[in-house]
């Protein structure tokens, strides 16, 4: 990975892409989430002037690929949509191609049945059989088995404006990251900095600790900025704490809680 391409920050058309099924949520639940964004000041695009069957737009491909978040709301008839569908292949593309952060939200459904294509999502695929290519149908499988299986929001009980407050949260916090410096000169990082992000891309709920080991002076701080700025906005809290050794032996046991326990909450600790 060249230092120009894992140090610069993109510049994002929006901040928040919202994929819906309009029959299902457009009126209800899609229109409070995109207005509690908005309210928020959160750059938010949403396409509620889909026609049914109508191809999907270069247009919005483009828009797809130009924002930071995919919001993909996941209801009853999502999968009776091919729009939805093909939205679903690109953002998914997106993710694996560009970082994008995708966000599943079930309303109202089982994850499951996204996950393994049952129930409604079954019926869906059913009516779809004979009237697309089988390769396209293998790429939405895909996409929703690998969309159900991110860290996801459910929408089945409760008041709905919790559930949107709980989004709304989680969106803010990933947009406002707390960024490390990285100096600019970078030779020669490339190989160790994309094997130690191979170990951590296991999308695993797994506790994991991997250590950077060498000499002084050959870039493994640096290294470690660089993971942590990738990787610290797919997590509720982040921290990085530097010179742990150093500032213990000097008696700063205390501050190097209080920063932990800060940066986690996301506020001073005293």
Known sequence: MASSSSTSIRNYTF???????????????????????????????????????????????????????????????????????????????????????VLPVFYHVDPSDVRKQTGSFREAFSIHVGNVAEKKMRRWRDSLT????????????????????????????????????????????????EKLISLLSTHSNNILVVGIYGIGGIGKTTIAKIV?????????????????????KKGHQLQLQQQLLGDIVGKDIL
Request: aromatic share 10%; net charge negative; proline share 1%.
């Open 15 to 101: 901040q928040v892409f919202l994929s819906f099924r309009g029959e299902d949520t457009r009126y209800t639940f899609t229109d409070r989430l995109f207005e509690n964004l908005d309210r928020m000041g959160i750059n938010t695009f949403k396409d509620d002037q889909l026609e049914r069957g109508e191809e999907i737009r270069s247009e919005l491909l483009k828009t797809i690929e130009e924002s930071r978040i995919s919001i993909v709301v996941f209801s009853k008839t999502y999968a009776h949509s091919k729009w939805c569908l093909d939205e679903l292949a690109k953002i998914m593309q997106c993710r694996e191609e560009l970082d994008q952060i």
């Open 146 to 193: 690998e969309a159900s299986n991110l860290s996801c929001f459910h929408v089945n009980d409760g008041y709905e404006s919790k559930h949107i407050e709980e989004i709304i949260n989680d969106i803010s916090k990933r947009l406002n990251p707390k960024l490390l410096h990285i100096d600019d000169n970078m030779v020669g990082l490339d190989f160790s900095l």
């Open 228 to 248: 942590y700025n990738k990787i610290q906005s797919e997590y509720v809290g982040a921290s990085f704490l530097q010179d742990v050794r150093e500032r213990y």
